[in-house]
């Protein structure tokens, strides 16, 4: 089995920082349309999130069950499904005493899409990890997958590194979808023509 490890603010929905209002989810522009086209390339669809507003106090780990949902809901509607949603709830700069740890699972640790890949059966080497901003990158990177930046402005710091440097980089995610496919498209062009003639 091979993943798209999706981050979720910013790649697949709209940014509002530490939002957990299921109303206010707003797909990026044609993320449902590029889901779609990833689910029918045959991949997992996992989203794994920094969540560090538990950490922070902001709100609760039960708060993000119903941005599941929603998301969920509103994939349905595509016909596509998720096969996880991961999150991490930790930060070193937490007020809430039990998540305000260095952990291995925040971004650009790859801690999330390793657990995913042992729960799911996942191939990293054939997995992408898809985000917008250079620690996702780093994550997916240090995991053993490509990685595509979608590079739409929230990355501000640009520390760059050999772990930091995307495979691809995309204009969004609809657009990070059709390279993925063009990709695939690439490969089969390219593979040997193997397989048996059938007898005249
Ligand atoms: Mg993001
Ligand atoms: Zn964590």
Redesign the pocket.
Known sequence: MRAIFLDKDGTLVEDIPYNVNPSLLEFTWQAGQALQILQQLGYALIVVTNQSGVAKGLFTETALQPIHNRLCERLAQYGVTLAGFYY???SPDGTVARYATA????KPMP?MLLRAAHEHGIDLSQSWMIGDILNDVEAGRRAGCRTVLIDNGNETEWKMSPLRTPDLTAQNLYEAATLIAREHAGRQGQAPAGGELAAP
Do not use: D, L, N, S
Not at 103 to 106: A, L, Q, V, Y
């Open positions: 991490c709830p930790h952990c291995t699972c925040r801690g």
